[in-house]
């Protein structure tokens, strides 16, 4: 059951980008489970990937094929191909060429992405065998069935859409996410795919992208897992009427910040469908030295099981939160400076528990669906947003019987 009202937006078309899906019957045979998206050949391309050192095999070949001017995404669901060993790298590499045998491109031109069970051999040939269906299905206004096809144990598809206007002409922002467990991102079990017309060349396109990930969904945890198999990609048409994005410029800034919108929002939506969550808990650690320091807080907060119980339990059991600020690490930390609260209701200050605080102004803000925990450190003017959920009995059962 996911945190909040969660609809699917309505998608406009973005000119140049066609996306089809099929089903494969990779672990199961009702939905659709292959994706492939298109791109023109005017198109830039960027991306960013886990930070796992067992990372997939589909990661491998993405980042490798990433600078030959990609022209195809291939998506299937239900099969991570991590801990696959060569195999895996050569099941992802005879699926590639498969596409861009049919797509007419050449084999590296084609972006390779997984998500589901880690150490099972890739299902090669269901998979080639749904392609020309895929293909066939290609089309712009096809991101509704795109989100659901990559689906694993999300229980609703996540995306988002702007429109911003550059030299009066519109510019389309749409994005497609999954992921609701194995999330805490240097880069979770997360994909994100994001299409725009937009005139952009790749080296900025790379360097707008890793900004708004690092604001975004390297800000948000689940459980504290780092997938094998995150990615999140970019892909720029250049079939808009607006002028081309360059660096520096106005235009930059405003291509920019939507692009760091579509991702926040993306970012949510997962810790929204964290799963068995049922309440969005957004740490805001202020008074930092440095930003660093104040997501070493915030994420520490967030981890911490105990903290999630509490908040799954409603229960204002304050010193949790107290001693997660507690071992984060912050060097020199004054204890009388720091204060937290929940929502507005100051629950520590001054070394301890604020004078002012009661059982039942803390239950009250527990009981919430969404709750903000604030940290003042008192040392500096830094300040960084974590998002977390709570953690229910809903997450040890989705996860102890995932593969059954």
């Known amino acids: 059951m996911a945190v909040g009202q969660c609809d699917f937006p309505n998608m406009p078309d973005v000119a ?74 050569q099941d992802a590499l005879l699926s590639c060429a498969e596409l861009a045998k049919m797509g007419g491109v050449a084999a590296n031109q084609v972006l390779p992405f997984s998500t589901g069970v880690i150490g099972q051999p890739l299902p090669v040939a269901k998979i080639t065998a749904a392609l020309p269906q895929a293909i066939k299905n290609l089309s712009v206004d096809n991101w509704d069935k795109a989100a659901h096809a990559i689906m694993t144990t999300d229980t609703f598809p996540k995306g988002v859409s702007i429109i911003i206007t550059i030299a009066g002409q519109p510019i389309t922002i749409n994005g497609i996410s999954k992921g609701a467990g194995m999330i805490q991102p240097n880069m979770a079990t997360m994909l994100g795919f994001i299409g725009t017309d937009a005139k952009i060349n790749q080296a900025l396109l790379q360097n707008c992208l890793a900004l708004a990930v690092e604001q975004s969904f390297n800000r948000i945890t689940v459980d504290g897992d780092t997938s094998t198999n995150d990615s999140c990609v970019v892909m720029a048409s ?48 202020k008074e930092a030295l440095h930003d660093e320091e104040a997501v070493r807080v915030g994420k520490t907060i967030a981890h911490s099981p105990l903290v999630k119980t509490a908040f799954f339990a409603s229960d204002p059991n304050w010193g949790r939160i107290l001693a997660a600020v507690g071992r984060a690490g912050v060097e020199n930390m004054v204890l009388e400076n720091v204060q937290i609260f929940l929502d507005d209701v100051c629950i520590v200050k001054n070394g301890g528990r604020d004078h002012n605080y009661t059982e039942e102004a803390g239950q009250q803000v527990m009981k919430q669906e969404e709750i903000t925990v604030t940290v003042k450190l008192g040392r500096g003017e830094a300040a960084q947003e974590v998002l977390t959920c709570d953690l229910s009995y809903d997450y040890v059962k989705i996860n102890a019987e995932y593969r059954t």
């Open 238 to 285: 250049g079939c808009s009427a607006a002028p081309e994005i360059t660096a520096n410029s106005e235009h930059y800034a405003i291509f920019a910040d939507a692009l760091m919108s579509v991702c926040k929002q993306l970012a949510e939506a997962i810790v929204r469908d964290g799963e068995g969550a049922t309440k969005l808990m957004r740490i805001v650690v």
């Open 16 to 89: 140049g980008i066609k996306l089809g899906t099929a089903c494969a019957g990779i672990k199961q045979a009702i939905k659709d489970d292959i994706l492939v998206i298109q791109m023109g050949e005017q198109s830039t391309c960027a991306a960013v990937f886990t930070q796992n050192a067992f990372c997939a095999a589909p990661v491998h070949i993405a980042k490798a094929n990433l600078a030959h001017a990609p022209r195809w995404l291939l998506v299937n669901s239900g099969n991570a191909n991590a801990g696959t060993g060569e195999q895996g790298r």
